[in-house]
């Protein structure tokens, strides 16, 4: 994970916990305080699925298990990286050739080598996932992060019905590094909507 994200979602943890705490114990019919109450509690099932990810995240990356496999190689003092057995085709066939039986037997013994080492990796970095449970997790705070992003859809379309609404559906929008980008044009329409409703005309 990189810092940036964890900066982003270390951000809309904080930002969560100000929303005024009167606007959502709010007692009525407004259907914005439950809109977020339920965005509330689809952000804090996916704040902890992602520290389930995350310690997960950090287990593999300490054994060199977070990313696709790969093959490093030093082929006469210089260094080579292989992630596909195509790579390594290509690699030989690349090379120089003098046409000798040797040299063609000696490229075939390198790409049998290198491909079972290759394989080898794979599979080391597939148990190393499977131990921490790395793919399920990560799925699984996706799954969470969509359903965080509709529960915020849903806030931003509800129309307030009471000035208490009005100020909890604002104080919502402004939080820092909460909301989509997105969503700011609907969470607009919604105040508009409903001050239209509930202002007096002049």
Request: proline content about 4%; some cysteine; overall charge negative.
């Amino acid at each position: 994970m990189t810092l940036a994200r964890r900066s982003f979602i270390a951000g809309s943890a904080a930002a969560a916990a100000t929303v005024a705490g009167p606007a959502l114990a709010a007692v009525g019919p407004d259907p914005i305080f439950a809109a977020i109450a339920a965005w509330q509690a689809a952000d804090d099932e996916w704040m902890a699925r992602l520290d389930l990810y995350s310690v997960a995240e950090d287990a593999c990356q300490a054994e060199r298990a977070l990313n696709t496999a790969e093959l490093q190689i030093d082929f006469h003092g210089i260094p080579f990286t292989f992630r596909t057995d195509s790579h390594i085709s290509f690699f030989l066939r690349s090379l120089p050739h003098d046409g000798t039986r040797a040299r063609e037997e000696r490229q075939l013994a390198l790409s049998k080598e290198w491909r079972a080492a290759l394989a080898a990796e794979r599979q080391r970095v597939e148990t190393v996932q499977t131990k921490h449970n790395f793919v399920w997790l990560e799925e699984h705070a996706s799954e969470a992060g969509d359903a965080q992003t509709e529960a915020q859809r849903v806030v931003v379309t509800t129309v307030p019905t009471t000035l208490a609404g009005v100020r909890a559906l604002a104080e919502f929008m402004t939080a820092p590094n909460r909301l989509h980008e997105d969503h700011f044009s609907p969470g607009l329409a919604s105040i508009a909507a409903a001050m239209t409703a509930l202002a007096p005309r002049a």
